[in-house]
């Protein structure tokens, strides 16, 4: 018969893998002398940025991440630390963590995990500065189509200045006509 203790341990490790299953990036953060408050305003916040901010034992995160093969995160974890699983843009999560950080000492960034690599709080600050993911898919859709559009010019050139001459030569003609 399992314990009654082991059985809850068992259930929010399976929860932690579904998560981190779904993860698009994960970070690791202190609170701690963070106020109940600033907690829940910093959870709204994640929330708004499809993440989210998982307050549980250090041992039971370790055991997930273990369990769904991410490594290099154990050493973040000591002391009051939480894990923010980032659903969908990375740079949004990374955004919201660190102005909240500036904005509260008690939250402390310590590392992150995003596709295979290990974050350091400097790399996570460093996303942070990037500009939001449609942003960027539209400066480079710009730089792509700034040389088309110039080649679409220098093409169009000498046909407008066909049509140009063939206009004041027909222009001449009636003039010459009447």
Request: hydrophobic fraction near 45%; glycine fraction near 6%.
């Amino acid at each position: 018969m399992i314990k009654l203790g082991s059985f809850f341990r068992k259930q929010i490790v399976d929860r932690l893998k579904k998560d981190i299953a779904k993860a698009e990036s994960l970070f690791v953060v202190q609170y701690s002398k963070l106020s109940s408050p600033k907690m829940t305003s910093l959870r709204a916040s994640l929330k708004s940025g499809k993440s989210r901010l998982l307050v549980t034992k250090n041992s039971l995160i370790n055991r997930a991440l273990k369990e769904s093969n991410i490594d290099g995160l154990e050493s973040f974890l000591e002391g009051p630390s939480a894990l923010v699983i980032g659903y969908d843009d990375v740079a949004a999560v990374s955004r919201i963590l660190a102005k909240f950080s500036k904005d509260n000492e008690s939250l402390v960034l310590k590392g992150g995990f995003f596709k295979g690599a290990i974050l350091s709080k400097k790399d996570i600050e460093t996303i942070s500065n990037l500009p939001p993911r449609l942003e960027l898919i539209a400066q480079v859709v710009g730089a792509l189509k700034s040389p088309l559009a110039g080649l679409v010019w220098t093409l169009k050139g000498p046909l407008n200045k066909l049509a140009i001459v063939l206009n004041q030569i027909k222009e001449q003609k009636t003039i010459k006509g009447q």
